[in-house]
């Protein structure tokens, strides 16, 4: 027989943040528990609302299978003396394992033989069982902080103050501090604070919505996806995107209702990243905007509770959001009392880093490197790439920045714009900030992406140069965001450069910051570039492609993700594992290579000239093909040597007793190795 299991724990409000990690944790723990005591089970099913963390599984056995466990024991020498007798060891494995001396099995390993003794273990009620798990499951949940209460020596995100633990209908008795589990669960905390009995999963469900609780995150987040889309549309406009502020605000209610709000119109002459910001970090509004894209003087908010009066609760809300609003429309006009350009000398007393030197410092630095990508790249713009450098960091002294940080870049266009400097201008110095998460937008302009390339590029190289260099999850200055974003916009625009180059130039300009050595600086940097370039990369394509493209050289990035696409297409042929296999015994063969040339007049059989031939053929072509990056056709030239390589190893001994004969040949096959080495490294290569 099967049963189900259902454990919910009901606690304070518990960090929106938290609890979709903790649901997360607690599948993981339960499925190591139930692995480790020979458990099986249909399905697990996590949910939480922010006052409880449920867990539910379906078709658990009601008794653990019996089991012949074989535990080992110390080695058959060591176990046992000159005359066959029973040593120390192998009386305490004995003793440890609760058998005589006689019950011991000598068992043959690959390691040798070993002593050992199989016992039978009968299953356990799998409630008794459970009994031992949950208490561990609770206490094992990991919280970004935890925090103890009253005088207890427990932990947890927020105190509990009941937990229902059901097995089969029976309560599964354990404690948590002074909470006893039982089978008393507990309603909404404002519209429905009462306790109530649970039978099951079922019943569960039914009882806590009947007191106001919608313990599913996903029927929660539905809900509120469809009110506020349905809201938004009774304004003319709609509701404008937004997956991350859904995801929090699921977390922070158990009932959902949706209520619309107006925003004074004197306030919509602020930019409206500013508005949005506001409402969404500080109040979690949603926005509503209209078919162009454009703020509607309106909000929607994601109560609690069902108002008895809603026009109660807007008003609340309007008079919270018109105070906020009011800071943001004050700093928007006092900051157009001053140019953007002359906040620019502010940055002189802003510490950037201790020991990189202030914000302006930085700013000389980067403007140098996007004046050098301007220059190679495109030297029409190299004079407005530097005047965004220039003006990019100087809003970060602005009221409206220092009160939301979130509109760096932003503000600063919009008072570029304001200042009357150029739009493209303008607009880097927003694009300059992008990629602000992994996937997110990038730079649209060459300007954008020049200063946004320089800016990252700085501080890389800044923060290596005087050691503080990512380790584990520590990382401080975002360095590997930074990485992964360059990666990214090199790629998205295709820039034929040189990452040593660019790291070599950066570092010139550090030069006086250095407290590392400067090699040792590169060499890591372009590390810590090629690790974050496998794992992008890695996402779209086979690691052993990656990592036989990157084998051959990842300095032009742009170029190493053209071969790995190639490769990945042309491993899709059906000669492509036989091509392989041959292009490996090469590699295997030559090993770093001869550098000698070919001698046609040591060939000793009609095979070595034949390849030789070929090759020749081949070579022209092939590289016509790579220097022009058309990797594929070049590939597809190189696969017709296939058939002369593996006549000629057929043929000839390669190691040759002749010297002159046998290096002859390697240098051959090293001719052949350097050509499709060009491209790959196909050694790495799986099949």
């Known amino acids: 027989m099967t049963r189900e299991l259902l454990l919910e724990i009901g606690a304070e409000e518990i960090p929106a943040g938290f609890v979709p990690k903790a649901l997360a944790s607690i599948e993981e723990m339960i499925r190591k528990e139930l692995e480790a005591a020979r458990l099986c089970f249909d399905a697990i099913t996590t949910m939480g609302t922010p006052r409880r963390l449920t867990l539910h599984i379906k078709g658990l056995p009601t008794i653990q299978p019996d089991a012949e466990l074989t535990a080992m024991g110390p080695s058959k020498k060591a176990a046992f003396d000159a005359d066959g007798k029973p040593t120390k060891a192998a009386e305490g494995f004995a003793r440890g394992q609760g058998v005589d001396v006689s019950a011991l099995q000598i068992i043959s390993t690959d390691k040798g033989e070993y002593l050992a003794v199989t016992k039978q273990e009968v299953g356990r009620p799998t409630h008794e069982l459970l009994a031992e798990i949950l208490p561990r499951l609770v206490s094992g949940i990991p919280f970004k902080k935890s925090m103890r209460w009253a005088d207890l020596d427990v932990r947890f995100a927020r105190p509990i103050h009941w937990i229902v633990a059901l097995f089969d209908g029976v309560v599964v008795p354990f404690s948590f501090g002074p909470i006893q589990s039982g089978n008393i669960s507990r309603g909404h905390r404002f519209m429905a604070n009462t306790t109530f009995p649970v039978r099951d999963f079922a019943h569960y469900l039914e009882e806590c919505e009947r007191h106001f609780v919608i313990v599913d995150q996903e029927r929660r987040k539905e809900i509120i ?22 995801e929090e605000v699921t977390y922070l209610v158990e009932y959902p209702s949706a209520i619309i709000g107006s925003i004074p119109a004197e306030f919509l002459v602020v930019p409206k990243e500013v508005l949005i910001t506001s409402m969404r970090s500080h109040q979690r509004y949603f926005s509503v905007v209209d078919e162009s894209g454009k703020l509607l003087p309106y909000f929607i908010t994601i109560p609690n509770t069902l108002a008895e009066d809603p026009s109660v609760v807007v008003k609340g809300n309007e008079r919270v959001l018109r105070a906020r609003l009011s800071d943001a429309r004050f700093f928007f006009d006092e900051d157009h009392k001053v140019t953007l350009e002359s906040r620019v000398e502010s940055l002189k007393s802003v510490v950037y880093q201790q020991k990189l030197g202030t914000s302006y410092e930085k700013m000389e630095r980067f403007r140098a490197l996007a004046e050098q990508l301007a220059e190679q790249l495109n030297p029409a713009v190299k004079q407005q790439a530097a005047r965004a450098a220039f003006l990019c960091k100087a809003d970060l002294v602005s009221g409206m920045v220092c009160e939301f940080p979130e509109v760096q870049g932003i503000m600063g266009r919009e008072y570029a714009l304001h200042d009357g400097e150029d739009a493209a201008v303008a607009n880097a110095i927003a694009e300059h900030y992008l990629p602000i998460q992994a ?50 916009i090199i790629l998205d625009k295709g820039y034929r450069l040189s990452l040593s180059g660019l790291i070599g130039s950066s570092l010139d300009l550090l030069a006086a910051k250095l407290t590392r050595p400067r090699d040792e600086v590169q060499r890591d940097l372009l590390e810590f570039f090629r690790g974050r370039f496998v794992n992008l990369l890695g996402n779209g394509h086979p690691t052993d492609v990656v990592e036989a493209a990157v084998a051959a050289g990842f300095d032009d990035l742009a170029d190493c993700a053209q071969r790995i696409r190639a490769l990945d297409t042309f491993r899709q042929r059906d000669d492509f594992q036989p091509l392989t296999v041959a292009f490996k015994r090469v590699c295997n063969i030559v090993k770093e290579g001869v550098d000698a040339p070919v001698n046609p007049a040591l060939f000793q059989d009609e095979a070595e000239h034949t390849l030789y031939r070929v090759l020749q053929e081949t070579k022209t072509a092939a590289q016509t093909k790579i220097d022009q990056h058309q990797y594929l056709e070049a590939l597809s030239d190189i696969a017709g040597l296939k058939w002369a390589v593996d006549a000629f190893f057929d043929a000839v001994m390669v190691m040759a007793d002749d010297v002159a004969v046998r290096n002859n040949r390697l240098a051959l096959l090293t001719t052949i190795n350097r050509l499709f080495s060009k491209i790959a490294d196909f050694s790495r290569l799986t099949g």
């Open 225 to 246: 996806r469809k009110e506020t889309h349905r809201i938004a549309k009774t304004t003319g406009g709609h509701l404008l995107p937004d997956e991350s502020l859904l």
């Open 439 to 488: 996937g997110g937008d990038l730079p649209a302009s060459d300007i954008g992406a020049f200063v946004s390339l320089a800016d990252k590029l700085d501080t890389l190289c800044g923060c290596f140069s005087v050691g503080l260099i990512p380790t584990g999850a520590a990382d401080p200055y975002a360095l590997r965001r930074a990485t992964i974003g360059m990666i990214s």
